[in-house]
């Protein structure tokens, strides 16, 4: 079992940047792929961004981020973060991050641990 806290949700104008955290505790962090998600009111939830669970290069991004928002993870600091930049209004939802089993996994039941989630909100 792996408990996970996201942080780092705020209001921010169009064209800012974020960086939001996910922290985990429980079991060893370093052996489950990671994953951020969004949802938006009214909408499914949405793959963002996931992680092999070594790190490194080998990461995969929705077509509506890539270029802009940085999935990376500190396995010695059990942290996995989210760098956004050049964000837009419609990157406003509830972003959640995920650890599953399944490498660059896209879809939210291959994904076994949630955490709440943190609000982001980008003002035009």
């Known amino acids: 079992q792996v408990q996970l806290v996201e942080s780092g949700g705020t209001l921010v104008q169009t064209g800012g940047s974020l960086r939001l955290s996910c922290a985990a505790s429980g079991r060893t962090f370093s052996s489950y792929a990671m994953g951020w998600f969004r949802q938006a009111p009214g909408k499914e939830r949405e793959f963002v961004a996931a992680?092999?669970?070594?790190?490194?290069?080998?990461?995969y991004y929705a077509d509506s981020v890539k270029g802009r928002f940085t999935i990376s993870r500190d396995n010695a600091k059990n942290t996995m973060y989210l760098q956004m930049n050049g964000l837009k209004p419609e990157d406003t939802a509830v972003y959640y991050c995920?650890?599953?089993?399944?490498?660059?996994?896209?879809?939210?039941?291959?994904?076994?641990?949630w955490g709440q989630g943190t609000q982001v909100t980008v003002s035009s």
């Open positions: 995920a650890a599953g089993v399944i490498n660059l996994a896209t879809t939210p039941r291959e994904y076994d641990y």
């Open positions: 992680i092999r669970w070594s790190g490194g290069s080998r990461t």
